[in-house]
């Protein structure tokens, strides 16, 4: 465990750095300037353009560019955001923690509820359930999120004014900050929690019925297992690996996955500040942004991987021959 | 044999198949009795019904598309309705266990064999004294400790073999069902895991229910032999008088295939023709397509179970006993 852990480590290192000298020259690439969206339509004196580009070091040629951000970054200095006037890491910290009192929740519904999805699939006696379910996962997935975003705000902001429309807190309000939360995650957690449930859904419905008929759940039925038992022992285990990795996969690009979400609802996430910083041309901000999501992916797989081996033992390197 | 002596006694087992919207028979009218610490086999070609037999005894035929149509089960004097399959369900365990044919894809993958094995012991008896037990079990198979805390992926074929036993054993079943139990395993392994049940059934006085192909096997371990043909049960006996003077003629193929009779023109006698299937089952006896001594009665007329011989203890289903 430890051998794979310094393995994953190392692998890391040389992925994260693909990822930072990739989305450098590509931001770079995309047409646009840093420098005029700071300067805007303002009429400036002769040479400031000029004298702003060198104070941020943009005059240089591209490669030095990329070794001085490089050696930043070994320190743990993501640069200085010009359109934020804030230093990238606490910014893009503080808009991810937003992201992620989004996403987390959600996605740990969705979870539940994806796997809920795949039990009642296993009923012989729910076919309408069944059904049913299968019909509104379709349903979850293929439906747009901005547009069932906007739909859930005309009916409960707007008409029924029972939630607030976008935010995360209100600016002023009566109600305990974690109540104030709860109401304004309402609507974008429950898109969010829609669309990844019926994600789950999918693949737990198939690997839970895979896993149904396999020959040991015949040798734990003539145990005399209970039903109850029967699937949380034997069934969920072995279906569990295909769901985990779907699950490992929504939580790595949690940071990410919620850019539509977080539009609709103004929710003042990650989303939010990379759309804002495509179009101020931010490059640190949008540099940091790569990176966090980077390691995000990384760090989920990582953790996907370690999962795998406490569920399944022939996953598990070195297995001693009895 | 009188019903007194008979620990379990099952009548009229009659089981369908739905195929295509058709119900087919796959076992009719069978029966076995069997009492304490007695072996009896049921022996058969595949697609004879032996198999289906013991599954309808577990009451772990495929939901889909089987059930019981008929069938009468007495143990210790309690009778049950085999159709009734919630009813037939409850025994598992504490009267019947099985030990299945293969043993790798019948042990679940994830669990330890401990918590196998703990996991019979406990459902069958919360009160039991699991470690002790599990010593005991594995004393009994003739397997090291340390394979407690291994998986079955770390076992070979015939110590897989061997934990399901245990699992099996662990139930303190009334009656211990064996399918195959040797089939998949190498000749060596076979002798070894014969040799154990027949040692096993010795020392704690199991009676035994063996599904077999192999008549060698089934003498090896029965005192008795149940000969089933396309779902009929079609002659019983002590295994010296079917082994010695077998009434039926499909019996007496059976025997002389397994011995490597050789023929008057020197070569092995094979017997032709396939086991009926499901669907080309008439009205005569299942049979008569491949009988040497077939008489025109055979064709039409279902031949009724008869005595032969042996103070009514060997009887047989065949037009030239009756």
Not at chain 2, 180 to 199: F, G, H, S, W
Not at chain 2, 267 to 289: I, M
């Amino acid at each position: 465990m430890l051998r794979l852990f310094w393995n994953r480590l190392v692998w890391a290192i040389p992925v994260l750095l693909v990822i930072v000298v990739l989305n450098f020259v590509l931001v770079r690439l995309a047409p646009g300037d840093p420098i005029t969206s700071i300067i805007g339509e303002y009429p400036t004196p002769e040479g400031y353009a000029e004298q702003l580009r060198a104070q941020m070091g943009l005059d240089r040629p591209i490669h030095e560019q990329l070794l001085i951000y490089l050696g930043h970054v070994f320190q743990g200095d993501l640069g200085y955001s010009f359109a934020n006037r804030q230093p990238v890491l606490s910014l893009i910290l503080g808009k991810a923690l937003n992201t992620l009192a989004l996403m987390v929740p959600g996605l740990i519904f969705a979870s539940l509820l994806g796997i809920l999805i795949g039990r009642v699939s296993l009923s012989t006696s729910a076919r309408f359930l069944d059904s049913t379910l299968t019909g509104l996962s379709l349903f979850g997935y293929s439906v747009p999120i901005f547009w069932l975003g906007q739909v859930l705000i005309i009916l409960f902001a707007v008409e029924l004014q029972w939630l607030p429309a976008q935010g995360m807190f209100a600016l002023q309000t009566d109600l305990p900050p974690f109540l104030d939360y709860l109401a304004h995650w309402a609507m974008p957690g429950f898109a969010v929690t829609i669309f990844y449930a019926a994600i789950v859904a999918r693949v737990a419905r198939a690997s839970l019925k895979e896993a149904v008929t396999g020959d040991y759940i015949v040798t734990a039925l003539a145990k005399g297992t209970s039903q109850r038992r029967l699937f949380w022992r034997h069934v969920l285990p072995n279906g569990l690996v295909p769901i985990v990795s779907v699950i490992g996969y929504n939580f790595g690009l949690a940071l990410t996955g919620a850019i539509l979400v977080e539009s609709v609802f103004a929710w003042p996430g990650l989303g939010a500040l990379f759309m804002a910083s495509i179009i101020a041309r931010d490059y640190p901000t949008l540099q940091g942004i790569f990176l966090l999501a980077g390691a995000a992916v990384v760090v989920s797989n990582f953790v996907t991987d370690v999962v795998y081996e406490i569920i399944d033992p022939r996953m598990r390197n070195g297995s001693r021959g009895a | 044999m009188s019903a007194a002596d008979s620990m379990l006694r099952i009548r009229d087992l009659s089981v369908v198949y739905e195929i295509d919207g058709r119900e087919l028979f796959a076992v009719k009218n069978a029966f076995i009795d069997l009492k304490m610490g007695e072996g009896v086999g049921i022996v058969g070609e595949s697609g004879s019904g032996k198999s289906t037999f013991a599954r309808a005894m577990m009451a772990l035929l495929p939901a889909t598309n089987a059930r019981v149509a008929s069938g009468v089960m007495e143990i210790d004097g309690v009778s049950y309705d085999m159709v009734d399959k919630s009813g037939m369900a409850r025994l598992r365990g504490r009267t019947f266990a099985m030990v299945f044919q293969d043993p790798l894809s019948y042990l679940n993958p994830l669990m330890t064999i401990r918590s196998q094995i703990v996991e019979a012991i406990r459902l069958n008896d919360p009160s039991a004294n699991v470690d002790h037990r599990v010593r005991e079990l594995l004393d009994l198979v003739r397997l090291p400790q340390r394979c407690l805390t291994a998986y079955p992926h770390e076992l070979s074929g015939g110590m897989r073999q061997r934990v399901l036993i245990a699992i099996a054993l662990g139930c303190r079943p009334k009656v211990l069902i064996a399918d195959e139990p040797t089939t998949a395993l190498d000749v060596t392994t076979q002798a070894e895991i014969l040799a154990l049940i027949k040692d096993i059934k010795r020392e704690i006085g199991m009676s035994l229910v063996l599904i077999s192909h192999d008549l060698g096997v089934v003498s090896s371990l029965c005192e008795r032999v149940f000969v089933m043909y396309g779902g009929y049960t079609i002659e019983t006996g002590a295994r010296e008088k079917i082994l010695s003077t077998p009434a039926h003629p499909y019996t007496q193929a059976l025997i002389h295939t397994a011995r490597a009779v050789r023929g008057e023109d020197g070569r092995f006698v094979t017997l032709s023709g396939d086991v009926p299937r499901l669907v080309e089952a008439g009205k005569g006896c299942p049979f008569a397509p491949r009988c040497g001594v077939a008489m025109p009665q055979c064709d039409t007329v279902l031949p009724s179970l008869a005595h032969v011989n042996d103070n009514g203890r060997h009887s047989a289903r065949c037009h030239m006993h009756s």
